[in-house]
């Protein structure tokens, strides 16, 4: 066992080492039980993806929890968390509504860019005040979700916004698709590559995990904390501000409950999809795979039998089979690590 | 997020020196500023809001704050030991939904059916405690967790039907006053009890102390004999015990159990906890604080309202006094800083704080 675990990984054949990425690989383990759940309930019903309703829901009802997983991945791989994304969503869906009224024939793209210049203005004032008060995020954010909503419906008042507020071409992005993937999909993962590139590649990305494993470390050796830790939550406040705009074009109307409760959907994701709570680990493709799975199941409950008010039961249990798992595979990890380390010993 | 992780700031380090009065030191905490606050709010809302005085005002004040007050009980010794509890608004949604379903299809009696939600809360709370006090696991992802897992059993078992065939004198009894005419609900019996109960635990009992110092570094309450894990195991058992005690109370005065019944609580419990001063670092804060910063969220709501202010307002000032509060530590920390000059001293020399803090449980 001690073997093959000192063999330097180079030292492995290229299909080897690529079969044992992959089999260790979380996302992997995501994909898999998600295709399993498409796969189980298309044969229950081939209406479920093979009908152009049920296609095109697959891939665009998901788009929207993405963004927030996405944002919230970053977020939590810093050691931090957002919980006012599901405020933030509510204020800018209706902000896009607002714009379309107040300016008649203002171009699509100025109110997507807009949705999300506020969207970050707001996410902005949340890193401020975790950066620069030294406050935890998760009281900040606790904070600025009362704010944000109670800003949203003092604005709105008593009235919403609806379909008819808002012109035609916008609202067709909800329906359009582009080689038969729904337009709102393609932006969702558009953003997904972009934000995955960044963390994966780009030098800040890097160090955003660098200052998750260890705030304290990261900021003696040097890391600029502070900036990356407003830009986290900037990333996250933008790709919130953009999901309300997506949420705006894809219902047509924007009522108080807009984004209720959906910050807590969004952590469960970015868990379900391997994202560490304590910080320092995790992709936003599993947080991605995380938030399709979740409201994937909901559409697929009813269809195999199950009541769908069974789906948060369903959540729930996944949400903590993922973190148990992550807990089993850590602790056999680590037994392995230990035996590997004594082997080297008493042979010396 | 959790707290045993993060390094612990500068400004949630000024515990009062002892080498001051006692009464030096009582002044300077941040629940004797909350209740402070409390206390101007109030002569500010008897004295200028019309209508505030009334008994009634105060009656539905006590009625609406009743499941904020006993639940911040026990999540208030949940965030000391560093850990926290999302899940108790869905353990309410359950207990309510089983003892709809309990008097309802089984027809037991109210008290028979209140007795097993409370077991059934019990049994919540137990499930969480063993996932993070043996398993080890974060406890803010389990709680998010098992707040899906109630909360859909909840909603699982009624659907959206509600069931509200209760007996009159039940339900009635959740809204009775102590004295007649008096602005005092029958529910504030209960929840004194609880609070002499936990005040005695958490103040004054080996186990409270034994909660701070799993708070403040939990390896080193380990080493003084701490049992850290049953400790924690308890207190996720308390809270899941007494959130079911809130949902009966909900069920009987709204007379309906729903399974959406208080959704959303568990953020209104944890921000009149951290209001009062508990650290969500864990190893600081006190009830009567806490009790101070619920009863204040109270009669703001309460007299916000009765201006005319409608509930978006309210939650605005509310989320704004929870960022304000606890940026008011670093804050103060940082004038104290700059008055006395050392604002040099943080030099990258000193140990960072919150090292020797367990960073992952092992």
């Given at each position: 066992m001690s073997d093959t675990l000192l063999v330097e990984p180079s030292a492995q054949p290229r299909s080897r080492r690529l079969l044992g990425t992959l089999l260790r690989s979380r996302e992997i383990a995501v994909a898999a039980v998600l295709l399993l759940l498409i796969l189980g309930t298309t044969l229950k019903s081939g209406d479920f993806i093979f009908s152009s309703d049920g296609w095109r829901n697959l891939l665009v009802t998901p788009s929207l929890l993405l963004l927030l997983?996405?944002?919230?991945?970053?977020?939590?791989?810093?050691?931090?968390v957002d919980l006012s994304v599901g405020s933030i969503l509510g204020l800018t869906a209706y902000f896009t509504g607002r714009m379309f009224i107040d300016n008649p024939g203002i171009p699509i793209v100025v109110v997507f860019a807009l949705g999300m210049l506020l969207g970050a203005v707001l996410g902005l004032i949340n890193g401020a005040l975790v950066a620069f008060g030294k406050v935890p995020a998760l009281v900040i954010t606790l904070g600025t979700l009362y704010?944000?909503?109670?800003?949203?419906?003092?604005?709105?008042?008593?009235?919403?916004?609806?379909?008819?507020?808002m012109p035609r071409d916008f609202l067709a992005l909800g329906t359009k698709t582009i080689l038969t993937i729904p337009v709102l999909t393609i932006i969702a993962l558009v953003v997904l590559a972009a934000v995955g590139y960044?963390?994966?590649t780009a030098r800040g990305g890097r160090e955003l995990y660098a200052i998750?494993?260890?705030?304290?470390a990261a900021k003696l050796y040097g890391l600029p904390v502070t900036r990356r830790v407003l830009v986290a939550f900037v990333i996250s406040g933008a790709l919130a501000g953009l999901a309300g705009v997506v949420y705006a074009a894809r219902y047509g109307t924007v009522s108080s409950g807009a984004g209720l409760n959906i910050e807590l959907q969004a952590v469960g994701a970015?868990?379900?999809?391997?994202v560490a709570i304590f910080g320092g680990s995790g992709t936003v493709w599993g947080a991605a795979l995380g938030a399709f799975l979740l409201i994937t199941i909901n559409r697929a409950l009813p269809i195999v039998g199950i009541s769908d008010f069974w789906q948060r039961a369903v959540v729930g249990v996944l949400i903590i089979a993922a973190i148990v798992l992550d807990r089993v595979l850590t602790i056999r990890q680590e037994r392995r690590l230990v035996a590997a380390r004594d082997e080297v010993r008493t042979s010396a | 997020m959790s707290t045993a992780t993060l390094s612990r700031p500068e400004g949630e380090r000024t515990y009062p020196s002892y080498s001051r009065p006692l009464w030096r030191r009582a002044l300077l905490t941040r629940e004797f500023a909350i209740i402070v606050l409390l206390l101007v709010v109030l002569l500010y809302s008897t004295t200028s809001v019309p209508n505030f005085d009334s008994p009634l005002t105060m009656y539905y004040l006590f009625l609406d704050i009743a499941p904020i007050l006993l639940i911040a009980l026990p999540m208030t010794m949940v965030i000391i030991t560093g850990e926290i509890d999302l899940s108790v608004a869905s353990t309410v949604g359950l207990s309510s939904v089983m003892v709809g379903v309990l008097h309802q299809d089984a027809g037991l009696s109210i008290p028979a059916a209140a007795a097993i939600a409370i077991l059934v809360g019990a049994v919540c709370g137990a499930f969480n405690g063993f996932l993070v006090a043996y398993v080890g696991l974060p406890s803010l992802a389990v709680t998010i967790g098992t707040l899906a897992l109630y909360r859909g059993i909840a909603v699982g078992m009624l659907g959206t039907t509600a069931v509200t065939d209760f007996p009159e004198k039940w339900t009635d009894l959740a809204k009775e006053r102590i004295v007649e005419g008096s602005s005092y609900p029958m529910v504030l019996v209960p929840f004194l009890v609880l609070l002499v109960l936990f005040v005695w635990l958490l103040h004054f009992s080996s186990f409270g102390r034994g909660v701070y110092e799993i708070g403040l570094n939990d390896e080193a309450a380990h080493f003084t004999g701490v049992n850290v894990e049953l400790t924690k195991f308890w207190l996720f058992v308390l809270a899941g015990a007494v959130s079911a005690l809130a949902g009966i109370y909900y069920t009987l005065r709204y007379g309906s159990a729903r399974g959406d019944n208080a959704n959303g609580l568990e953020l209104q419990v944890i921000a009149a906890v951290l209001l009062g001063g508990v650290s969500i670092f864990g190893g600081r804060g006190a009830l009567h604080g806490v009790v101070a910063g619920a009863i204040l969220i109270g009669v703001i709501s309460s007299a916000m309202r009765l201006e005319g202010h409608t509930v978006n307002v309210i939650n605005i000032v509310i989320g704004a006094l929870l960022v304000l509060s606890v940026m008011s530590t670093s804050f103060l920390a940082w004038v104290s800083a700059v008055l006395s000059g050392r604002r040099g001293a943080r030099s990258p020399g000193r140990a960072p704080d919150g090292a020797g803090k367990r960073s992952l449980p092992e």
């Open positions: 997983a996405v944002g919230q991945t970053v977020v939590i791989v810093t050691r931090n704010i944000y909503r109670g800003v949203f419906l003092s604005w709105a008042g008593s009235d919403r916004i609806n379909a008819s507020d960044y963390l994966h998750g494993s260890d705030p304290d970015a868990v379900i999809g391997g | -």
